[in-house]
């Protein structure tokens, strides 16, 4: 399926083609059919020749209806424009090509009506002139007459064309579903409708709009039920957990967590204007009243009246709805902008924004230094390249700065209290997530127990002069841990000691039981050559220590998995090979 929005000045026959091509009445008030003219969106569809289904938006031309015309054409990826033979090009069709231009529409069918009352020629020359100039330049053009029905083979053969030309959707991708119409069905409760440019729904799905999480009861396309619908559709959604008083036209479907709702924007805009402080932002089928901040000669940060499901890359446009004219068109940079708090903050913002196009995921770590892929791939910017933890990203340069500060930091420790833990370089580099702290960690830094440490430490001399002792102690019986009373006359004690410990000096078995940090190696190297199995007292012997020391020597080695239990007090040695 494809869907087309309508677009051209009022009374040009916009309507009477829909309903000549489909057999269906698009306009659904009452009133619109007494006064013969579209005041809302209509809606229909039909099965062309070639098999193709087309869907059509059908819009009003009156210029005090540009808010609905707006809301139907802003999600459609493909337009027909319609100006008649026996009126030409009117205010109304310079609107809609102006805001079709802002949207960034590339796809569409130029139509002359009316064929039957004056000669087409003339019309068709204004239209491909004014065409000509936009990004529908060269499109295909069509003359018909609704009434006669003259030149419907021509259109329905123009029309598969331009369907095979329109880009494939991904079906795969995140759902956003604007919504532009909102009703209740006896039976089966809110249901609202919109025009499904990517992804796929399927009945039970979870969706999110304005904070609410809701799930997909039931969905009918062109007045199928289905089971599931995927891009490009135009769609009928039976929602459950929500009233219908809490929808409205220009909210949105998406799925949840693939999307980050902003009220603050940068953007780029597509044509120069005054610096006016409010306009209104449409954009999908939202109308949304917006202040503006000009950065530089294009670009300008908008801050929106709610909060809205954007991602870099979409287009909008501004209205003046005071002038009734369409101000700028404009394409999102970035939806989750850094304050501008200093002086020459916003000149600073404009220089960044001018040095991209349409900005990547470096782009975006450039600016924000560190994000998730999540949060990426939320922002429009999918992530190239590896995480640096978890599915954290970071700006290279960024990452570097992160990097010397945390080395810097641990340089200033005292020798008694070296280096940091991990939770609170986290919390000195400002960092959200503790991992990021320990990927941190390069030469010359290391992470032992839990604290981020010099790789090479070097002690006070009172405290290497002490560790010297200790060894000379400990030289012709390595198993014979000093007590507590030796410790405290070596003064190895307190933060001494901890000293000591983190600087890979000594050793700590046990409580009070400190030995050099070779004990263990050695001690296996003696138990291999006993008898298997072997008590403890077998070891202590061989140690020549006491049980105060070979004990949780030997619990020590079982947890390595040097030794193993056999039974209550035998052990055997593992191989160590």
């Known amino acids: 399926m494809q869907v087309i929005a309508t677009a051209g000045h009022v009374d040009h026959g916009k309507s009477t083609l829909v309903r000549a091509l489909t057999g269906m ?9 007494r006064r013969g003219m579209t005041i809302d969106l209509g809606f229909a569809w039909t099965i062309l020749r070639s098999g193709e289904r087309i869907a059509f938006v059908d819009v009003p031309g009156h210029e005090r209806f540009v808010t609905n015309m707006l809301a139907g054409v802003g999600p459609c990826p493909a337009v027909m424009f319609v100006v008649a033979a026996d009126e030409g090009w009117q205010a109304q069709s310079a609107e809609h090509l102006a805001a079709l231009e802002a949207l960034g529409v590339r796809h569409g069918l130029a139509v002359i009506t009316r064929a039957d009352l004056a000669d087409p020629e003339p019309a068709l020359r204004q239209v491909h002139g004014h065409l000509k100039k936009t990004g529908l330049a060269g499109i295909d053009s069509v003359v018909v007459s609704g009434r006669t029905r003259q030149g419907l083979h021509e259109l329905d053969a123009a029309l598969a064309r331009l369907a095979a030309a329109l880009p494939e959707p991904d079906t795969e991708d995140a759902v956003r579903l604007w919504i532009d119409r909102v009703f209740t069905v006896t039976g089966a409760g809110t249901v ?8 796929t729904l399927r009945v039970g799905d979870e969706l999110d709009t304005g904070g609410h999480r809701v799930r997909i009861r039931g969905l009918q396309t062109l007045g199928e039920t289905a089971e599931r619908v995927s891009a490009t559709a135009r769609v009928a959604v039976n929602l459950r957990g929500i009233d219908r008083d809490d929808l409205f036209r220009g909210m949105a479907l998406v799925t949840p967590e693939a999307w980050m709702p902003t009220q603050v924007i940068d953007v780029r805009l597509n044509s120069g204007m005054n610096h006016r402080a409010e306009a209104v932002l449409h954009l999908g089928s939202a109308a949304v009243p917006v202040r503006l901040r000009f950065l530089g000669a294009d670009t300008a940060r908008l801050t929106l009246s709610r909060s809205l499901p954007l991602r870099t890359g979409d287009r909008g446009l501004l209205r003046d709805p005071g002038r009734r004219e369409i101000v700028a068109g404009l394409r999102v940079l970035d939806i989750r902008p850094a304050a501008l708090r200093r002086r020459g903050a916003a000149a600073a913002r404009a220089a960044e924004l ?3 196009g349409l900005p990547d995921s470096a782009d975006m770590l450039r600016w924000h230094g560190l994000l998730t892929g999540r949060e990426l791939t939320a922002m429009g910017c999918p992530p190239s390249g590896s995480p640096v933890a978890g599915d954290w990203y970071a700006d290279p340069g960024y990452w570097s700065s992160l990097t010397g500060r945390l080395a810097e930091h641990v340089a200033r420790r005292p020798a008694l209290d070296p280096g940091i833990t991990v939770d609170a370089a986290a919390q000195l580099l400002r960092l959200p997530d503790r991992r990021l702290a320990e990927a941190l960690v390069a030469p ?3 992470v032992e127990g839990g604290r981020i440490l010099p790789a090479v ?10 560790v010297a002792e200790l060894a000379a102690d400990l030289a012709a019986h390595p198993f ?5 009373e030796r410790l405290d006359e070596l003064g190895l004690t307190g933060k001494a000691l901890a000293a000591a410990l983190r600087s890979g000096a000594v050793t700590s078995i046990g409580k009070n039981v400190v030995l050099l940090p070779d004990a263990l190696d050695r001690a296996a190297d003696t138990l291999a050559g006993l008898p298997s199995p072997f008590t403890a007292g077998d070891a202590r012997v061989a140690l020549a220590t006491s049980r105060r020391v070979a004990l949780p020597l030997l619990e020590c080695l079982d947890a390595r ?3 193993q239990r056999v039974d209550n007090d035998l052990r055997v040695c593992r191989s160590r090979e």
């Not at 014979?480 to 507590?484: E, H, K, L, R, S």
């Open 192 to 199: 609202v409708t919109g025009t499904l440019t990517r992804g």
């Open 25 to 33: 009445e698009p306009d659904r008030w009452a009133e619109e059919r």
């Open 561 to 563: 998995g040097i030794t």
């Open 457 to 466: 430490r070097s002690l006070p001399p009172a405290i290497a002069k002490a």
């Open 444 to 446: 010359p830094l290391v």
């Open 480 to 484: 014979n841990a000093p007590t507590a």
């Open 354 to 356: 001018d040095e991209v």
